[in-house]
């Protein structure tokens, strides 16, 4: 109920041939599906290209199946940022998984630990029936803030918009549609006009049974979310920002924004230095992890 229709105020492309012959072996199966519009919509979309990935071991017959080896490579194809994954077979234990997709993937195991971590909890806290979190807004502020993310800069200038009541329980069970503009760092910690992440957080880990977060403990993880808010506030520096400068700063470059290859090699030397130490002092300072 709380997915309202203005929400979905973009159009995306679909297949509607696909969309019809579909619905039409739904309805030949005796699967109710077929009346779910968001559903045969998302599906209708993700067919709208023609490019599918193949592998040398993969066998494809006129026959029924025998895993999604064939509708994944047209899944995975459209890269959005969040997308539903089936079991990799029909006998799988796995069952149906929510794949998140980072736009950039940290190069450490500290940096990677702590994404991982932000978005398993706000997915737990999401799913959390007694905090009951809504973070809907219209897909124009979706694609906005990708757009912002790109930008030079986005982590501590960016501005982005977001639902401004997203916690009933916090804010007085207010539900109204407002949005509201925050940077990352606002969003994190909160503003006079943005509760913040952390305190809903903080409510969370209240409501718990068991403090832990994949055998986490609350005081490890406000660590790792420490990292995130220290960056999000200019306290520490992202890799983007420790590279730049480190090109700007090399005895080879020209400020003509050209690399040459002796220092492509000592940027490759760098990273994979700070790889080996899982530590760098501009990107982590004094944290200890």
């Not at 929400?7 to 199966?29: A, C, G, H």
């Not at 977001?162 to 910690?189: A, G, H, W």
């Not at 993880?221 to 420490?226: A, C, G, P």
């Amino acid at each position: 109920k709380r997915c309202k229709k203005e929400f979905n105020d973009q159009k995306p492309t679909f297949n509607i041939s696909f969309k019809k012959n579909l619905i039409v072996k739904l309805k030949e199966n005796g699967c109710r599906l077929w009346k779910d519009k968001k559903l045969i919509n998302h599906f209708s979309y993700l067919f709208i290209r023609d490019c599918m990935i193949f592998f040398p071991d993969w066998e494809f017959t006129d026959q029924e199946p025998k895993n999604t080896n064939e509708f994944e490579s047209i899944q995975s194809s459209n890269w959005n940022d969040v997308r539903l994954k089936p079991p990799p077979n029909f006998n799988s234990d796995f069952g149906w998984r929510l794949e998140f997709r980072p736009m950039d993937t940290p190069i450490t195991v500290i940096e990677k630990t702590a994404l991982t971590l932000l978005a398993t909890i706000m997915y737990r806290m999401i799913n959390d029936k007694e905090l009951k979190l809504n973070f809907y807004c219209k897909m124009e502020h979706v694609h906005d803030n990708f757009l912002e993310s790109r930008k030079l800069g986005a982590m501590t200038e960016g501005r982005f918009t977001i639902r401004k009541y997203i916690c009933p329980i916090l804010q007085d069970n207010n539900q109204t549609d407002e949005t509201v503009e925050v940077s990352m760092y606002e969003f994190l910690e909160g503003s006079s006009s943005f509760i913040g992440i952390r305190k809903v957080i903080e409510l969370f880990f209240k409501n718990l049974k068991n403090s832990t977060i994949q055998n986490i403990t609350e005081d490890e993880f406000w660590r790792y979310f420490n990292l995130l808010v220290k960056r999000a506030k200019g306290d520490l520096k992202t890799l983007p920002q420790v590279l730049r400068e480190f090109c700007r700063n090399h005895k080879d470059y020209k400020h003509d924004s050209e690399l040459p290859c002796s220092i492509l090699n000592d940027v490759i030397d760098l990273v994979l230095k700070i790889q080996r130490e899982n530590y760098h002092p501009d990107l982590f300072g004094d944290l200890k992890f």
